[in-house]
């Protein structure tokens, strides 16, 4: 298997951000039917480490293209932007206020009364972001504006990470 | 009776003897073995053993071992074409069962 | 009927008998061994009747004991009569709290019992149940075993892995893979009833708990999420019970051998008890009564406990409980009635278990090994787990680098770069950990190694790719390399609480000559088995895909075999034997990698097809 052929490629895939999932997750199936250490397991030793090998490019690629952060980071990525490029993409002031003001929200949650509704709204509140910015990275991405769709990937980024924050806190109310 | 060869076997077997460049002939016999008891053997033959029949009217001399003949009396080798792919098929008529891999059988 | 080609004189290899391999259910109570025959799945007997192995090893000065004989020497010598030792694979002394035997005191690496046969690490003791089995197999099936599937907690981490892997090294088994216990569990339901969508299986064991969301999609059974906690089973249950004897008889101290035997009476009370609602139990040498009413009560927080990591295993799978379609139960634990009824709530439906939840997991994992040792080439079934616990190095700071998150799908390949901190740097500690914590402190330790040989640089310019391999069996392998000048550079690992190469080893050889045999001429036998199993493997490969070699490599490949052919059967140095079985190996390495290339292309061919069929090539 040529390990440097883009993801795509593995795939028979156009390259290109809007993609159908139902079609990747066949062809995913279908090779891992076939290329599994498990269907290679009476083999000899050289053809299973290699089923071991090229299975994990596959689960690699197929996890890779089956998410839209990480697609669009893929993407940047072949069209020469390296993460650090991405990460350094300047976004907009009122953008990073708003981030600000929902980590403080999130703060102040485990002071309220009522901490799960804290949680829901929040909750509501990165998943619209998270739909509106998704929104933009798709526009971008179509007209291959590397520029813009590294500010929304930076976005999403953000948006990301206070979601896990969110869930962790989540998890710590539930087990108090 | 004994064995035979089919045209088509005939001519592979002629094929496959000259671009190997050497060997007297081919060996065809039976192994023990397999989920239902017997597998056939197909090789070239360099070397004559002292027991060896060798039946020469086929077109190319084909050899067995005694204790093979008793199961392949009678049998026909052929070579067919499935699909993408060819080979060599026995038809033996001393054959009761055969297992679902094809390659063994018993008596 | 396949069709033949002609051979080279002396290489026809008998054709593959159908193999014997058996699926093993390694629990903390209990073990068993299942295999399938004629196309069925069957428990084995027990030599001591039914179907069950306690996993119990009695290690006295007079001699080794398994199972119920084992058991049957609790009474007399509860510190060499050694049970739930699965619960201390791959642990260290300061991870057991308290386990009731005496350990010995040696600092470091994994817990060992001090026994009237010495030290003995958990490690061992599961090797004498694995080895129990085996032979169990053997005598039932009347033909050696080509390998086994042995089954672990999905929650077992990268330490317990390998434990149960070097057991059976040390008990002279072959593993086809370590399969997690609640995908055994899926395999086994779900080929029964053809069940397709998203199936949850709550598996309460002896002495490990685990949670695992899987889709099931026309023979793909894709593990989305699996959680739970390997310190949470049966015996916790049965510790609640024991706790709340000492305070209710107002015992101050209750000594190491007393509790063992009470932790057997607190099990008696608590299987009794899923059938009645009071039963009366001897404990401490006093008679208690206990109400069903009141052991839900102690036991309340454990099973709460097994619900919140439900709840984050569903969360980490994307689903909610309400698109569950089927909730399945497995472990004798999950017998107890407060268990069943906490379970069917959290998923709002009746849980199944209509497979016996004790056996379930064996069957499952006699499934699979069925189809991983070659008797059935062309089953259409897939079954793509992930890894656990997320893995990652230690950092500047004691802080942990994530490499690999929990819950992707295994096998997986991670590479990261780090770089060096000093002018002249030429060499770099590099500590493997896995766990889902940010400290390093707070993470299990797997391993530490130094890589050494980078070549001097100033700070920062040093470029060292670490990469991560895991394995289908969730085992971890970890290579580094320099990037500017291309140097491997030399690794020893050194586990954290495992067993070391040369231990594994020396264990081995102890282990054959105290049984009177001959390791050598086992170690040739196996190299013979081998050998003949690549032959094979080979002629099989030249049967399907000759085209893909020229002439000129197909009869280089053919001397090379026949070459290996003669060797196997006159050559009486076991070393030898596998020096020339790896040459051969790597002389076919482009052969190998030609043919997994093909079935690339073909597999994808297949796929274009159908999506031809349904109109959606091209659109998407």
Redesign the interface.
């Given at each position: 298997m040529d390990f440097s052929q883009s993801y795509f490629e593995l795939f028979e895939l156009p390259q290109r951000f809007e993609l159908d999932t139902d079609v990747l997750a066949r062809r995913y199936r279908e090779l891992q039917m076939h290329l599994h250490p498990d269907k290679h397991a009476a083999a000899g030793p050289q053809e299973q480490r290699l089923a071991v090998q090229y299975s994990a490019f596959v689960n690699g690629a197929f996890h890779t293209l089956k998410q839209p952060l990480p697609r669009a980071l893929y993407l940047l990525n072949l069209a020469g932007w390296d993460k650090e490029r991405v990460a350094a993409q300047p976004v907009a002031g009122d953008f990073l206020l708003q981030q600000m003001e929902l980590r403080e929200a999130l703060e102040r949650i485990h002071g309220l009364v009522n901490p799960e509704a804290g949680l829901e709204h929040l909750q509501d509140e990165l998943a619209a972001g998270w739909s509106e910015h998704s929104g933009e990275l798709s526009a971008a991405m179509a007209d291959e504006d590397w520029n813009e769709a590294a500010a929304a990937v930076v976005k999403m980024q953000y948006l990301d990470k206070l979601r896990s924050e969110v869930t962790a806190l989540e998890n710590s109310l539930l087990d108090s | 009776m004994g064995i035979s060869l089919t045209q088509a076997a005939a001519d592979h077997?002629r094929r496959?003897l000259q671009?190997r460049g050497q060997g007297l002939g081919?060996?065809v016999g039976v192994?023990?073995?397999?989920?239902s008891g017997m597998?056939?053997?197909?090789?070239?033959?360099?070397?004559l053993q002292p027991e060896d029949q060798i039946f020469d009217d086929c077109g190319v001399p084909v050899v067995v071992d005694p204790k093979s003949m008793a199961y392949l009396e009678g049998t026909e080798l052929d070579f067919?074409k499935?699909g993408l792919?060819?080979?060599?098929?026995?038809n033996n008529p001393n054959v009761a069962a055969?297992c679902g891999?094809?390659?063994?059988f018993t008596v | 009927m396949a069709l033949l080609k002609i051979l080279e004189p002396g290489q026809t290899i008998a054709p593959q008998q159908r193999r014997i391999a058996l699926g093993i259910d390694l629990g903390t109570t209990n073990s068993l061994a299942a295999t399938v025959r004629d196309g069925r799945a069957e428990v084995l007997q027990a030599p001591e009747g039914g179907v069950l192995l306690p996993s119990a090893v009695y290690y006295g000065a007079d001699g080794l004991l398994t199972g119920r004989q084992a058991l049957a020497r609790l009474g007399d010598s509860p510190q060499n009569t050694l049970q739930s030792f699965k619960r201390m694979m791959g642990r260290g002394r300061e991870d057991v709290a308290h386990s009731g035997y005496r350990l010995a005191k040696s600092e470091g690496g994994m817990l060992r019992f001090d026994t009237a046969a010495g030290e003995i690490s958990p490690v061992q003791a599961s090797a004498e149940i694995l080895k129990a089995l085996a032979a169990q197999g053997v005598e039932t099936l009347g033909a050696e075993l080509d390998g086994v599937v042995i089954t672990v907690p999905a929650y077992f981490d990268d330490a317990q892995r390998q434990a149960t892997k070097d057991a059976a090294t040390l008990a002279g088994l072959k593993v086809l893979r370590l399969l997690n216990e609640p995908t055994a569990a899926a395999v086994a339901y779900g080929l029964d009833s053809g069940q397709e969508g998203v199936v949850a299986v709550y598996d309460l064991g002896g002495g490990t708990f685990d949670i695992s969301i899987l889709r099931l999609h026309r023979g793909v059974f894709e593990v989305m999420a699996s959680g739970g906690d390997s310190a949470l089973g049966g015996d916790d249950l049965d510790r609640a019970i024991v706790d709340w004897s000492v305070s209710e008889l107002g015992l101050d101290e209750v000594s190491d051998t007393q509790y063992l035997l009470a932790l057997a009476a607190a099990r008696r009370v608590k299987e009794s008890l899923s059938e009645q609602h009071q039963a009366g139990l001897e404990i401490f040498g006093q008679a208690l009564s206990l109400s069903r009413e009141q052991l839900e009560k102690l036991i309340q927080p454990l099973v709460k406990r097994s619900l919140r990591s439900c709840r984050r295993a569903l969360r980490d799978a994307g689903v909610s409980s309400a698109q569950v379609e089927q909730v399945v139960l497995v472990g004798g634990s999950t017998r107890v009635p407060l268990v069943r009824a906490a379970v069917a709530e959290f998923f709002g439906r009746e849980p199944l278990f209509s497979i016996d939840p004790d056996t379930v997991v064996a069957v499952g994992a006699a499934i699979q090994a069925d189809v991983l040792v070659g008797n059935k080439p062309d089953q259409e079934l897939l079954l793509l787990d992930v890894i656990p616990l997320s893995l990652g190095l230690e950092t500047m700071g004691g802080l942990v680098e994530r490499i690999i998150s929990r819950n992707t799908t295994i096998p997986v390949a991670k590479s990261q770069e780090f770089t060096t901190y000093q002018d002249g740097q030429t060499a770099m500690a590099i500590h493997v950990l896995q766990g889902e914590r940010e400290l390093s402190a707070d993470c299990r330790s797997l391993a530490r190694f130094e890589l050494r040989g980078i070549p001097p640089m100033v700070a920062g310019a040093a470029r060292i790719q670490v990469t991560f391999q895991v394995d289908a069996d969730g085992l971890l392998g970890v290579t580094a390399r320099e990037q500017a000048t291309g140097v491997q550079s030399s690794i020893t690992i050194k586990p954290s609480y495992g067993l070391a190469e040369d231990e594994i080893a020396s264990m081995l050889k102890a282990s054959w000559e105290h049984a009177g045999k001959d390791l050598q001429a086992r170690q040739l036998a196996e190299q013979r088995v081998s050998g003949q199993q690549l032959l094979q493997s080979l002629q099989n490969a030249i049967g399907a895909d000759a085209g893909l070699l020229n002439a000129d490599e197909l009869q280089k490949l053919q001397a090379a075999m026949a070459e290996l052919g003669n060797l196997l059967n006159v050559c009486e140095d076991s070393a030898a034997l596998k020096g020339a079985i790896e040459a051969l190996g790597r002389h076919s390495e482009a052969f190998a990698a030609r043919r997994m290339d093909a079935t690339i292309s073909r597999a994808l061919t297949g796929v274009s097809i159908d999506e031809l069929d349904a109109g959606k090539v091209g659109e998407s």
């Amino acid at each position: 298997m040529d390990f440097s052929q883009s993801y795509f490629e593995l795939f028979e895939l156009p390259q290109r951000f809007e993609l159908d999932t139902d079609v990747l997750a066949r062809r995913y199936r279908e090779l891992q039917m076939h290329l599994h250490p498990d269907k290679h397991a009476a083999a000899g030793p050289q053809e299973q480490r290699l089923a071991v090998q090229y299975s994990a490019f596959v689960n690699g690629a197929f996890h890779t293209l089956k998410q839209p952060l990480p697609r669009a980071l893929y993407l940047l990525n072949l069209a020469g932007w390296d993460k650090e490029r991405v990460a350094a993409q300047p976004v907009a002031g009122d953008f990073l206020l708003q981030q600000m003001e929902l980590r403080e929200a999130l703060e102040r949650i485990h002071g309220l009364v009522n901490p799960e509704a804290g949680l829901e709204h929040l909750q509501d509140e990165l998943a619209a972001g998270w739909s509106e910015h998704s929104g933009e990275l798709s526009a971008a991405m179509a007209d291959e504006d590397w520029n813009e769709a590294a500010a929304a990937v930076v976005k999403m980024q953000y948006l990301d990470k206070l979601r896990s924050e969110v869930t962790a806190l989540e998890n710590s109310l539930l087990d108090s | 009776m004994g064995i035979s060869l089919t045209q088509a076997a005939a001519d592979h077997v002629r094929r496959h003897l000259q671009q190997r460049g050497q060997g007297l002939g081919i060996r065809v016999g039976v192994r023990t073995s397999g989920c239902s008891g017997m597998a056939y053997v197909l090789e070239f033959v360099d070397e004559l053993q002292p027991e060896d029949q060798i039946f020469d009217d086929c077109g190319v001399p084909v050899v067995v071992d005694p204790k093979s003949m008793a199961y392949l009396e009678g049998t026909e080798l052929d070579f067919v074409k499935e699909g993408l792919n060819e080979g060599f098929q026995f038809n033996n008529p001393n054959v009761a069962a055969e297992c679902g891999c094809g390659e063994s059988f018993t008596v | 009927m396949a069709l033949l080609k002609i051979l080279e004189p002396g290489q026809t290899i008998a054709p593959q008998q159908r193999r014997i391999a058996l699926g093993i259910d390694l629990g903390t109570t209990n073990s068993l061994a299942a295999t399938v025959r004629d196309g069925r799945a069957e428990v084995l007997q027990a030599p001591e009747g039914g179907v069950l192995l306690p996993s119990a090893v009695y290690y006295g000065a007079d001699g080794l004991l398994t199972g119920r004989q084992a058991l049957a020497r609790l009474g007399d010598s509860p510190q060499n009569t050694l049970q739930s030792f699965k619960r201390m694979m791959g642990r260290g002394r300061e991870d057991v709290a308290h386990s009731g035997y005496r350990l010995a005191k040696s600092e470091g690496g994994m817990l060992r019992f001090d026994t009237a046969a010495g030290e003995i690490s958990p490690v061992q003791a599961s090797a004498e149940i694995l080895k129990a089995l085996a032979a169990q197999g053997v005598e039932t099936l009347g033909a050696e075993l080509d390998g086994v599937v042995i089954t672990v907690p999905a929650y077992f981490d990268d330490a317990q892995r390998q434990a149960t892997k070097d057991a059976a090294t040390l008990a002279g088994l072959k593993v086809l893979r370590l399969l997690n216990e609640p995908t055994a569990a899926a395999v086994a339901y779900g080929l029964d009833s053809g069940q397709e969508g998203v199936v949850a299986v709550y598996d309460l064991g002896g002495g490990t708990f685990d949670i695992s969301i899987l889709r099931l999609h026309r023979g793909v059974f894709e593990v989305m999420a699996s959680g739970g906690d390997s310190a949470l089973g049966g015996d916790d249950l049965d510790r609640a019970i024991v706790d709340w004897s000492v305070s209710e008889l107002g015992l101050d101290e209750v000594s190491d051998t007393q509790y063992l035997l009470a932790l057997a009476a607190a099990r008696r009370v608590k299987e009794s008890l899923s059938e009645q609602h009071q039963a009366g139990l001897e404990i401490f040498g006093q008679a208690l009564s206990l109400s069903r009413e009141q052991l839900e009560k102690l036991i309340q927080p454990l099973v709460k406990r097994s619900l919140r990591s439900c709840r984050r295993a569903l969360r980490d799978a994307g689903v909610s409980s309400a698109q569950v379609e089927q909730v399945v139960l497995v472990g004798g634990s999950t017998r107890v009635p407060l268990v069943r009824a906490a379970v069917a709530e959290f998923f709002g439906r009746e849980p199944l278990f209509s497979i016996d939840p004790d056996t379930v997991v064996a069957v499952g994992a006699a499934i699979q090994a069925d189809v991983l040792v070659g008797n059935k080439p062309d089953q259409e079934l897939l079954l793509l787990d992930v890894i656990p616990l997320s893995l990652g190095l230690e950092t500047m700071g004691g802080l942990v680098e994530r490499i690999i998150s929990r819950n992707t799908t295994i096998p997986v390949a991670k590479s990261q770069e780090f770089t060096t901190y000093q002018d002249g740097q030429t060499a770099m500690a590099i500590h493997v950990l896995q766990g889902e914590r940010e400290l390093s402190a707070d993470c299990r330790s797997l391993a530490r190694f130094e890589l050494r040989g980078i070549p001097p640089m100033v700070a920062g310019a040093a470029r060292i790719q670490v990469t991560f391999q895991v394995d289908a069996d969730g085992l971890l392998g970890v290579t580094a390399r320099e990037q500017a000048t291309g140097v491997q550079s030399s690794i020893t690992i050194k586990p954290s609480y495992g067993l070391a190469e040369d231990e594994i080893a020396s264990m081995l050889k102890a282990s054959w000559e105290h049984a009177g045999k001959d390791l050598q001429a086992r170690q040739l036998a196996e190299q013979r088995v081998s050998g003949q199993q690549l032959l094979q493997s080979l002629q099989n490969a030249i049967g399907a895909d000759a085209g893909l070699l020229n002439a000129d490599e197909l009869q280089k490949l053919q001397a090379a075999m026949a070459e290996l052919g003669n060797l196997l059967n006159v050559c009486e140095d076991s070393a030898a034997l596998k020096g020339a079985i790896e040459a051969l190996g790597r002389h076919s390495e482009a052969f190998a990698a030609r043919r997994m290339d093909a079935t690339i292309s073909r597999a994808l061919t297949g796929v274009s097809i159908d999506e031809l069929d349904a109109g959606k090539v091209g659109e998407s």
